[in-house]
Protein backbone atom coordinates (compact mmCIF):
# COMPACT_ATOMS: atom_id res chain seq x y z
CA UNK A 1 0.00 0.00 0.00
CA UNK A 2 0.78 3.77 -0.53
CA UNK A 3 2.83 5.07 2.54
CA UNK A 4 3.40 8.64 3.48
CA UNK A 5 5.31 9.93 6.05
CA UNK A 6 5.61 13.12 8.36
CA UNK A 7 9.07 14.22 9.48
CA UNK A 8 9.59 14.98 12.73
CA UNK A 9 7.46 12.64 14.85
CA UNK A 10 7.92 14.77 17.14
CA UNK A 11 9.87 18.46 18.23
CA UNK A 12 9.85 20.88 20.92
CA UNK A 13 10.15 24.59 20.25
CA UNK A 14 9.92 27.86 22.14
CA UNK A 15 8.13 30.04 21.88
CA UNK A 16 8.91 32.69 19.24
CA UNK A 17 10.31 30.67 17.17
CA UNK A 18 9.34 28.56 13.74
CA UNK A 19 9.10 24.79 13.07
CA UNK A 20 8.62 23.25 9.61
CA UNK A 21 7.21 19.82 8.93
CA UNK A 22 7.50 17.36 6.01
CA UNK A 23 5.13 15.31 4.64
CA UNK A 24 6.63 12.97 2.24
CA UNK A 25 4.76 10.41 -0.50
CA UNK A 26 7.05 7.75 -0.33
CA UNK A 27 5.97 5.21 -3.18
CA UNK A 28 3.61 7.24 -5.47
CA UNK A 29 2.82 11.30 -6.46
CA UNK A 30 0.79 12.94 -4.97
CA UNK A 31 -0.75 16.62 -7.06
CA UNK A 32 -2.51 16.82 -3.74
CA UNK A 33 -1.90 16.84 0.02
CA UNK A 34 -4.02 17.90 2.88
CA UNK A 35 -2.84 18.80 6.59
CA UNK A 36 -5.43 18.50 9.14
CA UNK A 37 -4.70 19.82 12.79
CA UNK A 38 -5.80 17.44 16.15
CA UNK A 39 -6.53 18.38 19.54
CA UNK A 40 -6.46 15.99 22.35
CA UNK A 41 -8.84 14.06 22.23
CA UNK A 42 -11.17 16.06 19.19
CA UNK A 43 -11.69 15.58 15.71
CA UNK A 44 -9.14 16.43 12.81
CA UNK A 45 -9.57 20.33 11.38
CA UNK A 46 -8.73 21.08 8.18
CA UNK A 47 -6.30 23.73 8.18
CA UNK A 48 -5.35 23.64 4.23
CA UNK A 49 -4.90 21.95 0.81
CA UNK A 50 -1.54 22.19 -0.75
CA UNK A 51 -1.09 21.68 -5.03
CA UNK A 52 2.03 21.08 -6.34
CA UNK A 53 3.12 24.28 -7.81
CA UNK A 54 0.85 26.36 -6.98
CA UNK A 55 -0.38 28.43 -3.69
CA UNK A 56 -2.37 26.56 -1.13
CA UNK A 57 -5.92 27.27 -0.23
CA UNK A 58 -6.43 27.86 3.43
CA UNK A 59 -9.54 27.34 5.35
CA UNK A 60 -11.45 29.69 6.79
CA UNK A 61 -10.12 31.20 9.99
CA UNK A 62 -7.12 29.38 9.81
CA UNK A 63 -3.65 32.50 9.01
CA UNK A 64 -1.78 31.72 6.04
CA UNK A 65 1.23 34.31 7.23
CA UNK A 66 1.53 32.24 10.55
CA UNK A 67 0.87 28.49 8.57
CA UNK A 68 3.38 28.18 5.68
CA UNK A 69 2.88 25.86 3.39
CA UNK A 70 5.03 24.84 0.53
CA UNK A 71 4.36 22.08 -2.22
CA UNK A 72 7.25 21.99 -4.31
CA UNK A 73 6.87 18.84 -5.75
CA UNK A 74 4.78 15.63 -6.21
CA UNK A 75 6.28 13.61 -3.39
CA UNK A 76 6.52 16.60 -1.04
CA UNK A 77 4.34 19.17 0.86
CA UNK A 78 5.81 21.12 3.92
CA UNK A 79 4.13 23.07 6.65
CA UNK A 80 6.04 25.75 8.60
CA UNK A 81 4.38 26.82 11.69
CA UNK A 82 5.84 30.78 12.07
CA UNK A 83 6.62 32.58 15.41
CA UNK A 84 5.01 29.43 17.12
CA UNK A 85 3.04 29.96 20.42
CA UNK A 86 2.17 27.25 23.27
CA UNK A 87 -1.17 27.76 21.39
CA UNK A 88 -0.32 25.95 18.38
CA UNK A 89 0.71 23.01 19.75
CA UNK A 90 -1.54 20.54 18.83
CA UNK A 91 -1.10 17.68 16.33
CA UNK A 92 -0.61 18.17 12.43
CA UNK A 93 -1.52 15.30 10.48
CA UNK A 94 -1.17 15.15 6.61
CA UNK A 95 -2.71 13.39 3.95
CA UNK A 96 -1.67 12.53 0.44
CA UNK A 97 -4.09 12.13 -2.91
CA UNK A 98 -2.60 9.61 -5.28
CA UNK A 99 -2.39 11.17 -9.01
CA UNK A 100 -4.15 9.66 -11.52
CA UNK A 101 -5.50 5.90 -10.78
CA UNK A 102 -7.60 6.19 -7.98
CA UNK A 103 -7.27 9.68 -5.87
CA UNK A 104 -6.87 7.27 -2.93
CA UNK A 105 -6.28 9.35 -0.17
CA UNK A 106 -3.23 8.15 2.46
CA UNK A 107 -2.70 9.96 6.24
CA UNK A 108 0.64 10.46 7.22
CA UNK A 109 1.33 9.33 10.83
CA UNK A 110 1.36 12.89 12.44
CA UNK A 111 3.97 15.42 14.32
CA UNK A 112 3.56 16.01 17.62
CA UNK A 113 4.16 20.08 18.37
CA UNK A 114 4.76 21.39 21.55
CA UNK A 115 5.70 24.97 22.14
CA UNK A 116 7.26 26.22 25.17
CA UNK B 1 -21.39 23.54 4.79
CA UNK B 2 -21.23 20.29 5.25
CA UNK B 3 -21.18 18.91 8.58
CA UNK B 4 -20.74 15.43 10.00
CA UNK B 5 -22.07 14.72 13.93
CA UNK B 6 -20.89 11.82 15.99
CA UNK B 7 -23.11 11.55 19.00
CA UNK B 8 -21.57 8.84 20.97
CA UNK B 9 -18.79 9.70 22.85
CA UNK B 10 -17.35 6.76 24.07
CA UNK B 11 -18.91 3.28 23.48
CA UNK B 12 -18.22 -0.01 25.26
CA UNK B 13 -18.51 -3.51 23.71
CA UNK B 14 -17.40 -7.35 25.01
CA UNK B 15 -15.09 -9.25 22.95
CA UNK B 16 -16.59 -10.81 20.21
CA UNK B 17 -19.88 -8.77 20.64
CA UNK B 18 -21.19 -6.28 17.76
CA UNK B 19 -21.04 -2.68 18.44
CA UNK B 20 -22.76 -0.30 15.75
CA UNK B 21 -20.99 3.09 16.42
CA UNK B 22 -23.58 6.35 14.94
CA UNK B 23 -23.02 9.14 12.86
CA UNK B 24 -25.58 11.66 11.06
CA UNK B 25 -24.72 14.28 8.44
CA UNK B 26 -25.89 17.48 7.01
CA UNK B 27 -25.10 18.35 2.96
CA UNK B 28 -27.32 19.83 0.12
CA UNK B 29 -25.39 17.84 -2.35
CA UNK B 30 -26.44 14.47 -3.81
CA UNK B 31 -23.56 13.15 -4.71
CA UNK B 32 -20.66 12.46 -2.34
CA UNK B 33 -18.44 9.93 -0.39
CA UNK B 34 -18.91 9.12 3.37
CA UNK B 35 -15.86 7.00 5.36
CA UNK B 36 -15.22 5.44 8.46
CA UNK B 37 -11.57 5.74 9.78
CA UNK B 38 -9.91 4.36 12.30
CA UNK B 39 -7.09 6.23 14.88
CA UNK B 40 -5.67 3.43 17.19
CA UNK B 41 -3.36 4.50 19.94
CA UNK B 42 -0.50 5.48 17.61
CA UNK B 43 -2.60 7.89 15.55
CA UNK B 44 -2.20 6.61 12.37
CA UNK B 45 -5.40 6.96 10.69
CA UNK B 46 -6.64 4.12 8.73
CA UNK B 47 -9.57 3.79 6.22
CA UNK B 48 -12.40 1.74 7.58
CA UNK B 49 -14.77 1.66 5.15
CA UNK B 50 -16.28 4.15 2.59
CA UNK B 51 -19.22 4.63 0.85
CA UNK B 52 -20.30 6.23 -2.18
CA UNK B 53 -23.92 8.28 -1.76
CA UNK B 54 -24.89 6.79 -5.59
CA UNK B 55 -24.96 3.41 -4.52
CA UNK B 56 -27.96 2.06 -2.70
CA UNK B 57 -26.10 -1.43 -1.45
CA UNK B 58 -24.37 -1.29 1.90
CA UNK B 59 -20.89 -1.25 1.97
CA UNK B 60 -19.22 -4.15 3.89
CA UNK B 61 -15.39 -5.07 4.68
CA UNK B 62 -15.09 -8.49 6.51
CA UNK B 63 -15.96 -7.55 9.84
CA UNK B 64 -17.30 -3.78 9.14
CA UNK B 65 -20.20 -2.82 7.42
CA UNK B 66 -22.70 0.25 7.35
CA UNK B 67 -26.07 1.47 7.40
CA UNK B 68 -26.61 3.87 4.71
CA UNK B 69 -29.86 6.22 5.03
CA UNK B 70 -29.61 8.60 2.48
CA UNK B 71 -32.51 10.27 2.89
CA UNK B 72 -32.03 10.29 6.76
CA UNK B 73 -28.90 11.07 6.29
CA UNK B 74 -27.21 8.25 8.61
CA UNK B 75 -24.16 6.47 8.30
CA UNK B 76 -23.74 4.00 10.90
CA UNK B 77 -20.65 1.61 11.32
CA UNK B 78 -21.47 -1.97 12.97
CA UNK B 79 -18.02 -3.94 13.83
CA UNK B 80 -19.12 -7.80 14.41
CA UNK B 81 -17.42 -9.95 16.59
CA UNK B 82 -15.63 -7.26 18.64
CA UNK B 83 -11.49 -8.16 18.95
CA UNK B 84 -9.16 -6.26 21.17
CA UNK B 85 -7.35 -5.14 18.57
CA UNK B 86 -10.87 -2.86 16.91
CA UNK B 87 -10.63 -0.67 20.73
CA UNK B 88 -9.51 3.13 18.96
CA UNK B 89 -11.30 6.63 17.77
CA UNK B 90 -13.73 6.11 14.92
CA UNK B 91 -14.12 9.09 12.91
CA UNK B 92 -17.07 9.55 10.69
CA UNK B 93 -16.25 11.61 7.41
CA UNK B 94 -17.79 12.85 4.88
CA UNK B 95 -16.10 14.17 1.24
CA UNK B 96 -18.00 16.01 -2.01
CA UNK B 97 -15.19 13.95 -4.35
CA UNK B 98 -13.21 11.48 -3.54
CA UNK B 99 -9.58 11.88 -2.82
CA UNK B 100 -10.58 15.92 -2.04
CA UNK B 101 -10.67 17.17 1.21
CA UNK B 102 -12.84 15.44 4.06
CA UNK B 103 -14.80 16.51 6.91
CA UNK B 104 -14.39 14.92 10.26
CA UNK B 105 -17.15 14.22 13.06
CA UNK B 106 -16.07 14.63 16.54
CA UNK B 107 -14.99 11.01 16.85
CA UNK B 108 -16.33 7.87 18.99
CA UNK B 109 -13.85 6.37 21.27
CA UNK B 110 -14.10 2.47 21.00
CA UNK B 111 -13.20 0.36 23.82
CA UNK B 112 -13.40 -3.48 23.68
CA UNK B 113 -13.69 -5.41 26.92
CA UNK B 114 -11.99 -8.78 26.70
Known amino acids: GAVVSQHPSRVICKSGTSVKIECRSLDFQATTMFWYRQFPKQSLMLMATSNEGSKATYEQGVEKDKFLINHASLTLSTLTVTSAHPEDSSFYICSAREQGRNYEQYFGPGTRLTVT | ?114
Open chain 2, 1 to 114: AQTVTQSQPEMSVQEAETVTLSCTYDTSESDYYLFWYKQPPSRQMILVIRQEAYKQQNATENRFSVNFQKAAKSFSLKISDSQLGDAAMYFCAYSLEYGNKLVFGAGTILRVKS
